[in-house]
C-alpha cells in the first residue's frame, strides 16, 4: 500500500508459483486489489503465526501512526492463533485493554494525518 508523500506498507501474503512460473496470491483479502507488487523473500515463511506488516515512512508526522501500527501488531501476534479452521486473536486482561487504547489511539493518529494530508492511500 501507498499513502503517496507519506508513507508504504507491505503485507506478507502467501503465494502460490504456477509451472509457468507465475506467483498467485492466496491470502485472503477485504478488498480487491486489481493489481499486486509481490516482492520476493526467501527467507520468510508462514508457520502459523501472524506476520506484522512493514512500514517505511516518508513523512515525520507519520511516526506516531507507524509507532501505534507496529504495537498492535506486536499485540495481535502475541494472542493469534491457527487452528487450521479457524484464525483468530485472543486477548485478555491487561493486554487486551492495552489492545484496545492501542486501537482508539490509532484511530485518531490516523484522522490526523487524514485531516493533513487527505485520504490518498492506493493499494
Known amino acids: 500500500m501507498e499513502w503517496p508523500k507519506l508513507l508504504f506498507e507491505a503485507q506478507f501474503h ?3 508459483g504456477t509451472a509457468e512460473g507465475d506467483l498467485v ?5 477485504e478488498n480487491a486489489q486489481s493489481r499486486i507488487l509481490f516482492l520476493r523473500d526467501r527467507k520468510r515463511r508462514y508457520v502459523d503465526r501472524l506476520i506484522p506488516s512493514r512500514q517505511r515512512v516518508l513523512a515525520a508526522d507519520a511516526g506516531d501512526y507507524v509507532r501505534l501500527c ?10 493469534y492463533f491457527d487452528t487450521g479452521e479457524d484464525t483468530g486473536v485472543s486477548l485478555a486482561g491487561a493486554t487486551r485493554r492495552e489492545y484496545e487504547a492501542t486501537l482508539l489511539a490509532l ?3 490516523l484522522s490526523a494525518l487524514v485531516a493533513v494530508h487527505g485520504n490518498r492511500a492506493r493499494q
Not at 496470491?25 to 483479502?29: A, E, F, M, N
Request: proline share 5%; net charge neutral.
Open 25 to 29: 496470491d492466496v491470502t485472503p483479502s
Open 107 to 109: 484511530r485518531d493518529a
Open 70 to 79: 507496529k504495537r498492535r501488531w506486536e499485540l495481535e501476534a502475541a494472542g
Open 14 to 16: 502467501a503465494v502460490w
